[in-house]
Nanobody, 115 residues
Framework: QVQLVESGGGLVQAGGSLTLSCAAS????????LDWYRQAPGKGRELVAS???????SYSDFVKGRCTVSRDNVRWRVYLRMNSLKPEDTAVYYC?????????WGRGTQVTVSS
């Protein structure tokens, strides 16, 4: 049974930093592309960053230069380091693992950025 469990969210002041972590189990972790999504209140879920099985990364424009996505294929974890946080980064952040078109989602972790 595939499980993704996010952690590391919390309340931070604008300009601060957070590192989110997603722990995976029940899957062949190395094969999966791993994504971070977020959903702000009243808005749809949007892609933040992605890292493929070979380690290639991509970022949405609204976080480019402020975030780093990384993966640990030994500990089966994916991370999202976020710097220079803004109030508009406030959202629930979700981890997604996808392979051959089949996605799995975590339950999310709340990030709140105060101004």
């Amino acid at each position: 049974q595939v499980q993704l469990v996010e952690s590391g969210g919390g309340l931070v002041q604008a300009g601060g930093s957070l590192t989110l972590s997603c722990a995976a189990s029940g899957m062949n972790f190395r094969l999966y592309t791993l994504d971070w999504y977020r959903q702000a209140p009243g808005k749809g879920r949007e892609l933040v960053a992605s890292i493929t099985s070979d380690g290639s990364t991509s970022y949405s424009d609204f976080v480019k230069g402020r975030c780093t996505v990384s993966r640990d294929n030994v500990r089966w974890r994916v991370y999202l380091r976020m710097n220079s946080l803004k109030p508009e980064d406030t959202a629930v952040y979700y981890c997604r693992a996808i392979y051959r078109g089949l996605p799995y989602w975590g339950r999310g972790t709340q990030v709140t950025v105060s101004s």
